[in-house]
């Protein structure tokens, strides 16, 4: 593994590729994309790495090729690569989907690569990194004993951890990293919005709460999910969780109501039947 060419210079292709530069490997880093230049991104005026417009058949043995495109694109962009025709030995394919498995990329393995998939369980929202960036992440990885063995290289390079997820299951693994990392955003801009409605600032009412979410994740990390549960719930206060009903429109009582729901189930013993069954009472009253 000398060569790494991504295809799909976005976010995710220009951050793993950036974070690799920076981790002062010797790999030759190039990418593929669909424009006639290459993005601004420092790589390529510090010449870290070059740029191609279109397809790029790997010629040097060894070669990893790795699809950072959309997941609706994987299979289409992988045929497309297989058309160039088949690859030198030892030639490696992986994608970067979550959700799909390395049968996304059968085509390629039919004309001979070795096939699989490195996902970074991470939210990556720019493609110029710090050094460091994915150390102590984890990467789901799936496929061909060759592309494992490339995958563990790059984790390894990147001082992050392989977690092996096969195909089966990778929608449960995706849609758990979703409820985590993307839902995560969403409650909190609620929240925001909950607390600008109460006479906070916007700036405020964000920092405000991401010092609470940091606190509440210390205290995961630390504790677990159940010992670090705080507040009215797990206190069986139903008179604090109505009066927070009442006072929310109708979506968001209704949301309020069934994340209520699920966190009840950490504390019900906790609380014991009856506590908990008024509690539930409560929220079926809103779902």
């Not at 994608?95 to 970074?120: E, K, R």
């Amino acid at each position: 593994m000398e060569r790494i060419v991504f295809v799909g210079p976005g976010r995710l292709g220009l951050a793993l590729g950036y974070a690799l530069s920076l981790a002062e490997s010797e790999l030759s880093l190039n990418y593929c994309g669909r424009n006639p230049e290459p993005p601004d991104h420092p790589m390529f005026f510090e010449g870290r790495a070059s740029y191609r417009y279109g397809f790029e058949r790997p010629t040097a043995p060894g070669t990893v090729v790795i699809l950072t495109v959309r997941d609706a694109a994987v299979e289409e962009v992988a045929a497309g690569l297989a058309q160039e025709g088949p690859p030198p030995a030892g030639a490696v394919a992986l994608h970067c989907s979550g959700a799909l498995g390395a049968d996304a990329l059968q085509s390629l393995h039919n004309c001979g690569y070795s096939i699989g998939t490195l996902h970074p369980l991470e939210a990556v929202s720019a493609g110029v990194v710090r050094r460091g960036r994915f150390q102590d992440s984890f990467f789901a990885v799936s496929g061909e004993p060759e592309a494992l063995f490339v995958c563990r290289r790059l984790t390894t390079l990147l001082e992050a951890t392989p977690i092996t997820v096969p195909t089966s299951r990778r929608p449960q693994y995706h849609a758990a990293a979703v409820i985590v990392s993307n839902y995560l955003v969403t409650l909190l801009e609620l929240g925001t919005r909950l607390f600008q409605r109460a006479g906070a600032s916007e700036r405020d009412a964000e920092a405000a709460l991401l010092a609470l979410a940091r606190g509440t994740l210390e205290n995961v990390a630390e504790l677990g999910p159940a010992g670090a549960l705080t507040g009215p719930i797990s206190r069986g206060d139903i008179e604090t969780v109505e009066l927070h009903l009442r006072a929310l429109d109708p979506d968001e009582a209704r949301l309020y109501a069934e994340l209520g729901r699920r966190t009840l189930g950490l504390v019900e013993v906790r609380l014991g039947p009856e506590a908990a069954g008024a509690m539930e009472d409560l929220f079926e009253r809103y779902v």
